[in-house]
């Protein structure tokens, strides 16, 4: 449907197996840092945001997409996720001049979410909306059940 399963990668650019790779590893490498660093919130937190930082500069860098928007996708969906960590890392460092400036951060990491979930919406929908074009233009056509109009 997007050219390629591997997030509409190019086959043929070696490159797109890797971000695939990257997006696999993302969680492992999540789960390790989280259950490894279990005393040290500092380390957990910087490998998350290596984590992170690693997958985003991947999406920007990457010239391997044949769909801009998949690419478009995932180097927001890191820029907002690195932001939402460097919140949290700020929240947790206490080092807030007042408590105001705490919960003024705290909804600003409430907002990130709330941005990364529409984002998701959005591009939920967007795939929706191809499959259903390629559906439609790949399987009830051609089979006659809507035919042309001329």
Wanted: net charge positive; proline share 5%.
């Amino acid at each position: 449907m997007l050219s390629d399963p591997l997030w509409g990668g190019n086959p043929y650019k070696p490159l797109s197996y890797g971000f695939g790779a990257t997006i696999f590893f993302l969680p492992l490498l999540a789960g390790f840092v989280l259950s490894y660093f279990t005393r040290t919130y500092p380390w957990q937190l910087t490998g998350l945001l290596l984590g992170f930082l690693l997958l985003t500069s991947y999406a920007i860098a990457a010239n391997s997409f044949d769909n801009k928007i998949l690419k478009y996708f995932w180097a927001g969906l890191g820029i907002l996720t690195l932001g939402y960590l460097l919140v949290h890392a700020g929240i947790g460092s206490n080092r807030a001049l007042s408590t105001y400036d705490q919960w003024n951060t705290g909804y600003l990491g409430i907002g990130l979410i709330y941005a990364m979930i529409l984002a998701a919406a959005i591009f939920s929908g967007y795939l929706l909306y191809k499959l259903a074009g390629h559906i439609f233009s790949n399987i009830f056509r051609p089979h006659g059940i809507f035919p042309k109009l001329n």
